[in-house]
């Protein structure tokens, strides 16, 4: 089964630090990978996604994540970030379940918290 | 701004009752998920529906959970003699098309929010 691995289960910074977010997943086939936001008392919004092609992908709000395919890893990553992106961050992965569909598979999350 | 609406967004039972979660989803979205979220765990995946149709249901517990999105009405998740384990946030999300390729977007909702006392 997939499984995807979130190490940081809250990171605290300062605004303006950099931020870099690890997730790597255990599926050696095809996948797609996705980071979602989810900021507090609202709904998991898309932050970003790699379907194929540059591995370095860039979302909304200024973030980007690098597909690294021999590492198993799409990290999430911001030059400097705001309180505003206070929040939780999901990353996830669209792999065939076996079941007959794709299944997202999300980690656990990571809060960030900025501190202005 | 017609996203995925769930309701309730906060559900309190008893052990033993009925908990009910609706999910109405994007408009023209014909295809509905359900997920998991206990505290301090990612979202899991319980179960696809399509109009009518249940696609996947291997994220769902063998007893008391059920599932269904009727041709007409939102997409209920039902939970029979809830017990404290149960209490959790379910989020339901939409897509306009099978994700066969794995390449669509799911649109979440806010979530519901079970509390079994």
């Known amino acids: 089964a997939q499984s995807v691995s979130q190490h940081n289960h809250h990171v605290i910074l300062s605004e303006a630090a950099s931020l870099e977010l690890g997730c790597n997943y255990s599926?050696?086939?095809?996948?797609?990978l996705f980071w979602y936001v989810q900021y507090p008392g609202q709904h998991l919004q898309l932050l970003l996604k790699?379907?194929?092609?540059?591995?370095l992908v860039k979302g909304i709000k200024g973030f980007e994540a690098e597909f690294i395919k021999s590492k198993f890893s799409f990290n999430l990553r911001k030059p400097s970030v705001q309180w505003s992106d206070t929040a939780e961050y999901f990353c996830?992965?669209?792999?065939?379940?076996?079941?007959?569909?794709?299944?997202?598979?999300f980690g656990k999350g990571t809060k960030l918290s900025v501190i202005p | 701004n017609a996203g995925v609406m769930q309701n309730p967004r906060h559900l309190v039972r008893r052990r033993g009752q009925e908990a009910r979660l609706r999910c109405s989803p994007v408009?023209?979205?014909?295809?509905v998920y359900w997920y998991r979220q206990l505290p301090e765990e990612g979202l899991k995946f319980m179960v696809y529906?399509?109009?009518?149709?249940?696609?996947?249901e291997s994220g769902m517990p063998k007893e008391r959970f059920s599932a269904e999105f009727p041709k007409e009405g939102p997409s209920i998740l039902r939970i029979q003699q809830v017990v404290r384990g149960d209490s959790a946030a379910y989020f339901c999300?939409?897509?306009?098309?099978?994700?066969?390729?794995?390449?669509?977007?799911?649109?979440f909702g806010a979530g519901s929010r079970l509390t079994v006392l």
């Open positions: 790699y379907f194929s092609g540059d591995p």
């Open positions: 999300a939409s897509s306009p098309s099978t994700i066969s390729s794995g390449a669509n977007v799911l649109t």
């Open positions: 529906l399509q109009k009518e149709n249940i696609i996947d």
């Open positions: 599926y050696g086939g095809t996948v797609n």
């Open positions: 408009k023209g979205h014909s295809h």
């Open positions: 996830a992965v669209n792999s065939y379940s076996g079941a007959g569909s794709y299944q997202l598979t």
